[in-house]
């Protein structure tokens, strides 16, 4: 179930939303001491004095409402210590259905975990001033290249089904460990499952889930680029599947071995990146191709 938020977007954010569960809390007070432990009672106090916690009827609330079971409460998350990210977006495409981004590296696509402010959606929420922009697919954090969002929500669900059922072409390229013994083109077909490590992946003797076409490009010294063709989208596909081959992406944190957490290191992107998507615009029937403007360096190492 969704509600219609009572709060406006503000600085490219979007309030955030919690329902009330079932539960023995006497006040919003009570509640958002056990809901939110890192968030003190004084900083609560404070947003609320500025109207900024409303409840279901857009009624500004206070600590001491009674709690409320099935009732939910409007906010606005913040990030006081987010770090800003030093690359920016560039939009390719923008009409009345969609719009279509080149994502630079390091930029999550929406807010979630450290970053809020400084995410794909917040930021292009800001420069267009289109709150209805939602992401029609995924885009890892660390991946650049072709993006689309959806501007209008009553045809949203035309442009996520072209990506359910697979009417998209897409296109990587990616920069890897060059093999002697490794022959191309070839096809990797396996079943891709989460890691018990929440952040990763991996692979299970099953039906296959994930479909990728790999192709060698050209060699330079040790390293080599090589384009990618995905049938399927799950998460990290490109990632893990090279991985499996021996061959993992450049600079990937997370694959072979997760690499321990900390700043970014700009001068070291993922050597991954989103070249081009192509599609038959499913509200014009236009034939449409975007293509990423950045470029990935293959160096000599």
Not at 218 to 228: F, K, T
Not at 252 to 269: E, H, I, K, M
Request: aromatic share 12%.
């Amino acid at each position: 179930m969704s509600r219609t938020p009572f709060l406006p977007t503000r600085d490219g954010i979007s309030p955030s939303l919690v329902w009330l569960p079932h539960g023995h809390w006497k006040t919003l007070g009570d509640f958002f001491a056990f809901r939110f432990p890192t968030v003190s009672a004084e900083s609560w106090a404070d947003r609320m004095s500025r109207g900024e916690v409303v409840d279901d009827l857009g009624v500004a609330i206070s600590l001491n409402n009674p709690f409320r079971t099935g009732a939910c409460v409007f906010y606005y998350r913040q990030r006081r210590d987010e770090s800003v990210i030093p690359f920016d977006e560039k939009i390719l495409f923008l009409n009345d259905q969609l719009l279509v981004v080149d994502k630079p590296h390091f930029v999550p696509v929406t807010p979630g975990g450290r970053f809020l402010r400084e995410t794909l959606l917040a930021r292009l929420k800001r420069s267009t001033s289109i709150d209805t922009l939602t992401p029609i697919h995924r885009l890892d954090r660390e991946t650049a290249g072709v993006m689309m969002f959806s501007v209008d929500p009553s045809t949203r669900s035309l442009w996520q089904s072209l990506f359910r059922h697979q009417k998209v072409t897409k296109i990587y390229e990616a920069v890897a460990p060059f093999s002697e013994s490794m022959s191309f083109p070839r096809e990797i077909r396996s079943c891709i499952v989460r890691n018990d490590q929440f952040f990763r992946m991996r692979e299970i003797e099953a039906e296959a889930n994930a479909f990728t076409s790999i192709e060698f490009v050209e060699r330079r010294g040790r390293l080599a680029l090589y384009r990618l063709y995905p049938r399927t989208g799950r998460m990290h596909q490109l990632r893990v599947h090279m991985n499996s081959l021996g061959i993992p992406i450049l600079n990937d944190r997370f694959y072979p071995v997760p690499l321990p957490a900390g700043t970014d290191d700009f001068s070291a992107p993922l050597k991954l990146l989103a070249r081009s998507l192509a599609f038959i615009d499913p509200t014009s029937g236009e034939c449409r191709r975007f293509e990423s403007n950045f470029r990935l360096q293959l160096s000599s190492e």
